[in-house]
């Protein structure tokens, strides 16, 4: 069957399912499966100085990363919202990593113009693009760059553009289905201009570090407690065909507490989001994810901002 694409948002133009999204989603959780994920920005960050520059930089722990180690760091305002993401590996004297669709020349440019006199070079290459694959999937000998990914039993690879894989092609649906399933936040998805690490768990963020940008208020935040969001995942009434809107007002009793992030069609959970809530709604109470009930689950902690549940 043809490839359905996604129309409109931040994964325009992927493909969002291959007529079987439920079948997809048992094929990536089995092993196997690749998603195309061709428009997340892939940066080469190169140069002798590049790991204690990005750990100076970043909420993430960064210098002394072995040869082929691989994180997240966030990019936080000086109040700690997160402004950026990268997902990367150290390998070859460089540092290679992938950020999300559409901030790629502004997280570029950001890093570009804080080189100063550090021996460091800020490259966007086009030539290369990120491909999810199963554990089962052959290593592909072409791949730059390769780390354990959080969206179920597999690798995230940077490849050179259009490689193929010897693998079943899968959908954006299976793949956020399943991230959504296992909890974890995409940074401008799931979070907004407001959101400081301590609400999604502390995700990319190193406690054990000296200073960065933003780190007074993720220090105190988690020494005192009590973020003013928390992380949930929620499962919505499975009876309403439609899903919520990105973006929308979660409400309780009427009155907007949160937001609602992405949302799919999960082959087990059946329809789920994640979303952010105030800190203060009880994790029992049903909410209103744009029109439809979802009961809550409880992802972070909202007296501590850590995660209380595993990735799965």
Same mark, same amino acid.
């Given at each position: ?6 129309n409109?948002?931040?994964?325009d ?6 007529? &079987? ?7 990536? *959780? ?21 790991l ?27 109040n ?42 800020v ?8 491909v ?9 000998q ?6 354990h ?6 690798? *995230? $690879?940077i490849v050179p553009?259009g ?10 649906w299976? $793949? *956020? ?11 401008g #998805? ?7 690490p ?33 992380? #949930? ?32 069609r $999960? ?7 994640l ?8 994790? &029992? ?15 972070v902690?909202p ?10």
């Open positions: 069957m043809s490839a359905v694409l996604v409109g948002g931040l994964d133009g992927l493909v969002w399912h291959l007529g &079987d999204p439920m079948r997809e989603q048992r094929t990536m *959780e089995s092993g196997g499966g690749q998603v195309s994920l061709s428009n997340r920005p892939v940066l080469q960050i190169s140069g002798p100085d590049r204690g520059w990005l750990h100076s930089l970043t909420s993430q722990h960064l210098e002394g990363l072995a040869d082929g180690g691989s994180t997240t760091a966030l990019v936080l305002d000086p700690g919202r997160i402004e950026h993401v990268l997902h990367g590996v150290d390998r070859d004297a460089s540092f290679w990593a992938w950020t999300e669709a559409g901030r790629g020349e502004d997280l570029a440019g950001w890093l570009d113009r804080m080189r100063f006199m550090m021996r460091v070079e490259t966007l290459r086009d030539d290369l693009e990120v999810w694959a199963g554990r089962d999937v052959a290593f592909p072409q791949a730059v760059a390769s780390r990914s959080e969206v179920a039993d597999g690798l *995230e $690879h553009r490689t193929l894989l010897d693998a079943d092609p899968v959908g954006v299976a $793949h *956020e289905a399943l991230r959504i399933a296992a909890g974890v936040p995409r940074i #998805v799931d979070t907004d201009h407001k959101t400081i301590n609400e999604i768990g502390l995700v990319g963020t190193h406690l054990d570090k000296g200073c960065y940008r933003g780190q007074e208020t993720v220090a105190r935040v988690n020494t005192l407690g009590r973020p003013p969001r928390r992380l #949930v995942q929620l499962h919505l009434d499975g009876s309403m065909e439609a899903l919520p809107e990105l973006g929308s007002a979660l409400e309780l009793d009427g009155r907007p507490v949160g937001l609602v992030g992405a949302s799919a $999960h082959h087990e959970l059946g329809p789920i989001a979303g952010l809530v105030k800190r203060n709604v009880p994790v &029992d109470a049903v909410l209103q994810a744009g029109g439809i009930s979802a009961a809550q689950e409880a992802l902690d007296e501590v901002g850590l995660h209380v549940r595993p990735r799965l």
